[in-house]
């Protein structure tokens, strides 16, 4: 059995898609995407997964995104897989939610996907991010100083339904796997623009020695135990005593003030996280830091994060809402709140 039939055995006998489920596959027509569809309509025999395929076009490079939306479209076709695409001008996304190109874009596409998913029935999207990808994102993250939470690199299960099964495959597998069965793919000329940060960490890690790869991988492998064993810890210790509500979200202060730190972090950002602007963290790391504290000096207090978002403390109580406007009116709606905490990639990786 080779890498790619080996993940997807694994997500079917882990539960990450259980056999028989639907499933959405977001199928870029990239090399790794065009791998996981065809893995998967060879696994679907044996897990009776039900597959639809969803694509993406985010109004960059027409021409040659409209010829990917035509090549998914086609295998799609092939395989006797439904097919669902959406287009978005992820510029004008980015503009308007005041993010960069690369954060509007996963904005707009998680969005859509999840969209895709619930039109098709589908509780599950499978995305297909792999070992490389994960270790790119550990080196960007470890670049900007990110968290823990950023460090171990994106989530083989997200809360939205997101999944990842090919987290332990590498690029070179996924291309021996295409070779073998003589499938074609699809470039994005975008990944040579060495403006945008990723592509420049890919490019780097293209001629970095192979024990400097190693060593990245052993340590995003032990940042990934970590956070699994922090989560682990949080849904026993905090998850319980945390409430939300339509309006508000609420917590035990005395409970969050006496627990570790780093759990501290975890459940004020679940807190504040459905009334954040969409694609944007709830508040910035040092905002966070000072309530971090707050809560441990055990006394009530009142805090605004980014001018939007009210943390207060009363007694055994902290509460998190959106800070009224003058006139009465919240500045930013959280009637969204389910869709922004599905497609905010600043939230959730």
């Known amino acids: ?83 669902a695409f959406r287009r978005h001008d992820a510029r004008e996304a980015a503009r308007a939610l005041r993010l960069s190109p690369e954060a509007g874009a996963r904005h707009v596409r998680y969005a859509a996907l999840l969209e895709m998913a619930r039109e098709a029935g589908a509780p599950l999207v499978a995305t297909a991010h792999q070992r490389d990808d994960a270790v790119e994102s550990y080196l960007l993250a470890r670049d900007r100083r990110g968290g823990l939470a950023r460090l171990a690199g994106p989530r083989e299960r997200r809360s939205d339904g997101v999944v990842r099964p090919f987290l332990s495959v590498t690029r070179a597998e996924i291309l021996e796997f295409l070779r073998e069965r003589g499938l074609a793919f699809r470039r994005d000329s975008s990944n040579g623009n060495l403006a945008l940060d990723r592509n420049r960490i890919r490019r780097a890690l293209s001629v970095t020695a192979d024990a400097d790869r190693r060593a990245a991988g052993a340590e995003l492998d032990r940042l990934t135990e970590a956070r699994e064993r922090l989560e682990r810890e949080f849904s026993e210790l905090v998850e319980p005593h945390l409430g939300f509500g339509p309006d508000s979200s609420s917590a035990d202060a005395e409970i969050l003030g006496g627990c570790p730190e780093e759990l501290r972090r975890i459940a004020l950002h679940r807190l504040a996280s459905p009334f954040a602007r969409p694609g944007r963290p709830p508040m910035t790391g040092r905002e966070r830091e000072q309530i971090v504290g707050l809560l441990a000096s055990g006394a009530d207090f009142r805090f605004e994060a980014g001018r939007a978002i009210r943390f207060e403390r009363r007694g055994p109580t902290l509460t998190v809402r959106c800070r009224p406007s003058p006139a009465g009116r919240r500045e930013y709606d959280p009637a969204s709140r389910t869709s922004t905490m599905r497609a905010s990639a600043e939230i959730q990786l």
Do not use: C
Request: net charge neutral; hydrophobic share 50%; proline share 6%.
């Open 1 to 83: 059995m080779g890498p790619i039939a080996a993940a997807l055995a694994r997500a079917a006998e882990s539960g990450l898609i259980p056999p028989g489920e639907s499933v959405l596959l977001a199928v870029s027509g990239g090399a790794d995407s065009t791998a996981l569809l065809y893995g998967a309509a060879e696994a679907a025999a044996r897990t009776g997964w039900a597959v639809a395929v969803g694509h993406v076009h985010h109004g960059w490079r027409p021409r040659e995104a409209d010829r990917d939306l035509a090549f998914v479209r086609e295998h799609a076709r092939r395989l006797g897989f439904p097919f």
